[in-house]
């Protein structure tokens, strides 16, 4: 089989969904590998190491839809306007693996199905343990919550450390980071390597241990927040009451933080309002926001993404890519997932799709000229498939 490795497309997307170091994996697993020309450039990856560890290199984009496997880091659900082109190439019987937003754009999800590709979203990877090095939600979620907490370094007019100096002594940044997961664990343990003093809320109690294992602060509030997880371990979105409580308590935290990073997104949809205007006009001269939830809407009212917005004295970040800005190591961790998800489908130089496995069943979205997966289902308004009637299925692609 041949898998091919597409340059992105994608305005400012620098990552590469595999590195040369992966290569290896794949050609000894039987398959071939052919990469766009200057697909991992961006990231630091040139042509040459490429071809050092075995693949080949295509000079055409269109010479690789060829393939029987095509790997990107955004396929065209993620890609809207790029992926266009790509998807009148597609061919029945191809497999497309990558982040597709099935459930904020399944409209993208239909036109692949339709066809006749097989699409495999990652970002619906269920959390369980055996899943864990293919989850790439939370390695690009690592990167985010790293480079937010420097973002809002260089916007704070102050350093985060406290320091004793002979012109006197300083006292340390406040950081609060609203919402605990990977993302938020990920920006705690940052900022308080950065010496900030850190607090940090979220709606899930059983992460209070986390978040103090880093040397933070798990703030409480008395909410009752019964299922705000899913079984797949992803946040759930909770009613408007709740969000107005959690608001007003807020309120008295942000008064006296000086950076605040918000990481609350629930998949496929609009991100939760958590910080209103007047919360925003409450906070301290010179602070700064940064709103991971910024590609969803922003977890902000004042938000805007992709934009840097001050708001009297208080500067709002809405970055909406933040691993791409970190591309070598994002790629790094990516390719990772991305080529031990591929060799957990192929057995014997083939393709084998067991539909009742919960990794397969999770993110296949599209197969056999249809939508596969119940959520996206839900999402278009359609029957969801019966289940299969066999355990497994072979393809040959």
């Known amino acids: 089989m041949i898998v091919a490795v597409l340059k992105e497309s994608f305005p400012n997307e620098q990552r590469v969904a595999l590195v040369p170091a992966s290569v290896p994996l794949l050609t000894n697993a039987g398959m071939k590998v052919v990469v766009q020309r200057g697909a991992g450039a961006l990231a630091g990856y ?7 560890k075995g693949a080949g290199l295509a000079q ?41 937003d099935p459930l904020g754009s399944p409209e993208w999800a239909r036109s692949m199905a339709e066809r006749g590709v097989s699409l495999f979203a990652l970002e619906l990877m ?21 480079r937010a907490v420097l973002l ?10 406290m320091m004793m100096t002979a012109a006197g002594t300083l006292s340390p940044a406040k950081v609060f980071v609203v919402g605990a997961g990977v993302a938020g664990l ?3 343990a940052t900022a308080r390597r950065l010496g900030a003093v850190v607090s940090a809320y979220d709606v899930r109690p059983a992460v209070k241990e986390q978040v103090e294992s880093l040397g933070a602060k798990f703030v409480e509030w008395n909410l ?7 079984q797949g371990g992803y946040a759930k979105q909770m009613d408007e009451e709740f969000y107005r409580k959690q608001r007003d308590m807020m309120t008295r935290v942000l008064a006296e933080t000086d950076l605040v990073i918000t990481t609350a997104a629930v998949p496929g949809k609009k991100a939760p309002t958590l910080v209103t205007s007047d919360m925003v006009a409450a906070m301290p001269p010179g602070s700064v926001l940064v709103d991971l939830a910024a590609e969803r809407g922003g977890n902000c009212e004042r938000t805007q993404p992709g934009k840097t917005v001050v708001e009297g004295n208080v500067t709002i970040l809405g970055p909406t890519n933040l691993p791409s800005e970190v591309p070598f190591h994002a790629s790094q961790m990516y390719a990772k997932n991305i080529t031990t998800f591929l060799l957990y489908l192929i057995a014997d130089g083939q393709m084998k799709l067991d539909l009742e496995d ?21 999402r278009l308004g359609i029957e969801p498939p019966a289940p299969a009637g066999a355990t497994s299925e072979e393809t040959s692609t």
């Open 224 to 230: 009752q927040a019964s299922g705000a997880e899913d």
């Open 186 to 188: 990920q920006a705690i």
């Open 358 to 378: 919960e990794i397969v069943h999770d993110t296949l979205v599209a197969h056999d000229g249809r939508i596969v997966n119940p959520q996206v289902c839900e």
């Open 46 to 52: 040139s042509d040459d190491q490429y071809e050092a």
């Open 60 to 100: 055409e984009r269109t010479d690789l839809f060829s393939a029987d496997i095509l790997l990107s880091v955004r396929t065209s659900g993620m890609n809207p306007e790029a992926g266009k082109d790509d998807l009148a190439h597609l061919r029945p019987g191809q497999t497309v693996i990558g982040m597709a």
């Open 126 to 146: 269920p959390r369980i343990t055996r899943a864990q090095s293919m989850d790439v939600l939370s390695a690009m979620a690592i990167v985010a919550g790293y």
């Open 152 to 161: 809002g370094a260089l916007a704070l007019p102050k350093m985060f450390p």
